[in-house]
């Protein structure tokens, strides 16, 4: 059976009060438009179409995917114009489902089932009945059957205290879907063309039209406004936060637990508040996270633990805690990063685009960048690779078993041999032998009899 998509993504979005386009607004760091093109794309479907409009440049750069077809509206005159404008596109054979660029908690399962109820025959309807169905159109139904929805703003006052609403996710026969939609007025309070009058008419030419009820709220909630945009982001999160509780990741509060991408945890993981995870991370067993964390594209081996306030962030080419590391608090790891086993990291330090072997410490106030560092390496307070000279980046080596003192500055290309040590305040810009002490800062002097200055009278 041939199958449709259209998002309808082209309104304006007013009462967000936002310069951005409402569907580029972001939920769980995706934007809504991503959730919607999530829940469709296992569909199967034979094409998908977003109708595009205010914000139509930004929205189909942010959104662009293969397989993914663009159509616009200009200007925007309401949903039922909205598809007007994809009906060209659409195969008259099968089915056509519609979906609301701004629904983004929407699950497959729940479009899966609507397709099924349409089958090419019937208009399938989406609907739910709400505590508050304030702002969204009612389903207006005659003992059983349904008879038209209703838009707020068009509602009678009895009409205002129907419960079940419309979600705005609706499955149809195409063919008889695009004749509907050239039948479409405007004469209502909106001066609009309504979608939502497709069902008058498919009652008036005999097409069934059936309810299927969603099976939960929240993945049928439109975002609207901020305070709509924040209900939901919440609402995902528990729900994230639900399903790692279940695999047994324990979490110190689940309502400050914050999933941006996608998190797998091995046994026994203990997540402090305040944490946020993007990207793709990966926490095997046993890890410990502190308090206020990021993590991002970042691979946490067995029993490492994570202390307060650290910030791991592995960009493109991700970053890796080997098992039972230590890392913070207050210590920020960059891509590239590849910590060894026993690794120690402690606070303010910065580690990019370097591997430290097993053992390796750099416990306070350092910055190792473009580094490949030894098995058991001892890198001192306030000591830093010069990785930078201003044009391009170097490497830094240092053989395993090295101690480098404190506040030394490796001027790379530059290679500590194995065993070495390095002097407190060296300046090393030539490689340093293996198993000897290198020192390269002025001799210590003192002057006898030198006599302090003091004021003129
Ligand atoms: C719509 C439904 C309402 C339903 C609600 C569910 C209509 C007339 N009403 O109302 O019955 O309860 O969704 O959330 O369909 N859009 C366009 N072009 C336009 C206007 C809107 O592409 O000219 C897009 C918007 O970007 C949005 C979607 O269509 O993604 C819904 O538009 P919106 O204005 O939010 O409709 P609602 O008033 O919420
Ligand atoms: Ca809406």
Redesign the pocket.
């Known amino acids: 059976m041939v199958l449709n998509v259209v998002i309808?993504?082209?309104?304006k979005?007013t009462r967000m009060r936002s310069a951005r386009p409402?569907?580029l607004h972001t939920l769980a760091g995706r934007h809504l438009l991503q959730h919607v093109l999530a829940a469709a794309a296992g569909l199967g479907a034979l094409r998908t179409i977003v109708?595009t409009?205010h914000g139509a440049a930004e929205v189909e750069r942010a959104a662009a995917a293969p397989g993914l077809a663009f159509v616009r509206?200009e200007p925007?005159?309401?949903?039922?114009?909205?598809m007007q404008q994809a009906a060209p596109l659409l195969d008259d054979a099968g089915t056509t489902l519609i979906l609301?660029?701004?629904?983004p908690l929407i699950e497959a399962e729940t479009l899966q089932a609507l397709v099924a109820a349409c089958a090419g025959q019937r208009l399938a309807l989406l609907t739910i009945s709400l505590a508050d169905p304030k702002?969204?159109?009612r389903i207006v139904r005659r003992g059983d059957a349904i008879e038209a929805?209703v838009?707020e703003k068009d509602a009678t006052d009895a009409q205002r205290g129907i419960a079940e609403?419309?979600?705005?996710v609706m499955a149809a026969p195409t063919a008889a879907l695009k004749r509907w939609l050239t039948a479409l007025g405007n004469d209502n309070a909106a001066r609009?063309y309504?979608?939502?009058d497709a069902v008058g008419l498919a009652v008036g030419d005999g097409t069934p039209v059936v309810g299927v009820a969603a099976a939960g709220e929240t993945e049928v909630l439109?975002v609207?406004s901020a305070a709509q945009l924040a209900d939901l982001e919440r609402r995902f999160q528990r729900r994230a936060a639900e399903r790692l509780m279940n695999e047994g990741v324990r979490l110190a509060d689940a309502a400050r637990f914050d999933l941006r991408g996608e998190l797998r945890c091995g046994s026994d993981v203990e997540i402090d508040v305040g944490c946020i995870f993007e990207g793709v991370v990966d926490l095997g067993d046993e890890v410990r996270i502190g308090a206020h964390c990021i993590l991002r594209n970042a691979r946490i081996a067995a029993g490492a633990t994570i202390r307060p306030y650290t910030h791991i962030d592995g960009e493109a080419l991700g970053a890796t805690v080997g098992a039972n590391a230590t890392v913070g608090p207050f210590a920020r790891l960059r891509g590239g990063t590849a910590l060894g086993a026993a690794v120690h990291i402690g606070n303010f330090v910065e580690v990019k685009n370097s591997t430290l072997g097993e053992g390796a410490k750099a416990n306070h106030l350092a910055y190792l960048g473009d580094a490949d560092v030894g098995a058991r390496v001892n890198f001192g307070a306030g000591s830093i690779t010069a990785n930078y000279d201003g044009a391009n980046k170097h490497r830094t080596t240092i053989g395993a078993d090295a101690h480098i003192g404190s506040n030394v500055v490796l001027v790379a290309p530059v290679t500590v041999g194995e065993g070495a040590t390095i002097g407190g305040g060296s300046t090393i810009a030539s490689d340093a032998p293996a198993g000897q002490l290198t020192v390269a800062r002025a001799r210590q002097a003192s002057l006898a009899g030198w006599k302090r200055p003091t004021k003129k009278r």
Do not use: R
């Open positions: 309808m993504a082209a309104g979005g409402k569907v109708v409009g509206q925007q005159l309401g949903t039922g114009h909205a609301n660029g701004d629904v702002g969204y159109g929805i838009e609403i419309y979600t705005g609009e309504y979608l939502t439109g609207n």
